[in-house]
T-cell receptor, first 116, second 114 residues
Framework: GENVEQHPSTLSVQEGDSAVIKCTYS??????FPWYKQELGKRPQLIID?????GEKKDQRIAVTLNKTAKHFSLHITETQPEDSAVYFC???????????????FGQGTILTVHP | NAGVTQTPKFQVLKTGQSMTLQCAQD?????MSWYRQDPGMGLRLIHY???????DQGEVPNGYNVSRSTTEDFPLRLLSAAPSQTSVYFC?????????????FGQGTRLTVV
């Protein structure tokens, strides 16, 4: 089955700095890669996703890059703010007509702390 | 739309007790899943369903049972609770269409087994 590794497990940055979280996956059939943000005591919420026919996607201060050959993808947050502090999870799935039926394999999570 | 609703939000069980975690969605999604979240391990899939009457096991199914009698509801049953099942449980639903694979999560159930 799919295996997703996420690094680092904790990340501490100063407000205004950039933050990068990296994930690798094992199943070359995976074609959908979402990133979730989870605040303390809350549910995971999708912040950005990318499909395997795209190499990069941006949404304001957040971007995700995908390298299918190397089987890794990364989340980039620029101009970080204290409200970006949360746990971030990457995930992989075989979506869009594949056979995973909405199932996600998650990375272990990264605790991001942005210091004012 | 309420999205995905889980009940209860908190529960304390004694070892050996049984209980059912409820999950309901009002988005007419075909796919539903249960995950457990433990510190440092991300979310792990327990069971999933691709439609009413169809369920299958995920990564960590032992000690849990599911059924799907309607599109809206996907309850998770703990047959005989064990301390190792202390965790936060999330239900999720996904639309089955080609263009939308976002998973929507419920607010979670924090379960403690003593």
């Amino acid at each position: 089955g799919e295996n997703v590794e996420q690094h680092p497990s904790t990340l501490s940055v100063q407000e205004g700095d950039s933050a990068v979280i990296k994930c690798t996956y094992s199943d070359s059939a995976s074609n959908y890669f979402p990133w979730y943000k989870q605040e303390l005591g809350k549910r995971p919420q999708l912040i950005i996703d990318i499909r395997s026919n795209v190499g990069e996607k941006k949404d304001q201060r957040i971007a995700v890059t995908l390298n299918k050959t190397a089987k890794h993808f990364s989340l980039h947050i620029t101009e970080t703010q204290p409200e970006d502090s949360a746990v971030y999870f990457c995930a992989a799935s075989i979506g869009a007509g594949g056979t995973s039926y909405g199932k996600l394999t998650f990375g272990q999570g990264t605790i991001l702390t942005v210091h004012p | 739309n309420a999205g995905v609703t889980q009940t209860p939000k908190f529960q304390v069980l004694k070892t050996g007790q049984s209980m059912t975690l409820q999950c309901a969605q009002d988005m007419n999604h075909e796919y539903m899943s249960w995950y457990r979240q433990d510190p440092g391990m991300g979310l792990r899939l327990i069971h999933y369903s691709v439609g009413a009457g169809i369920t299958d096991q995920g990564e960590v199914p032992n000690g849990y049972n599911v059924s799907r009698s309607t599109t809206e509801d996907f309850p998770l049953r703990l047959l005989s609770a064990a301390p190792s099942q202390t965790s936060v449980y999330f239900c999720a639903s996904v639309a089955s269409g080609q263009s939308n694979t976002e998973a929507f999560f419920g607010q979670g159930t924090r379960l403690t087994v003593v």
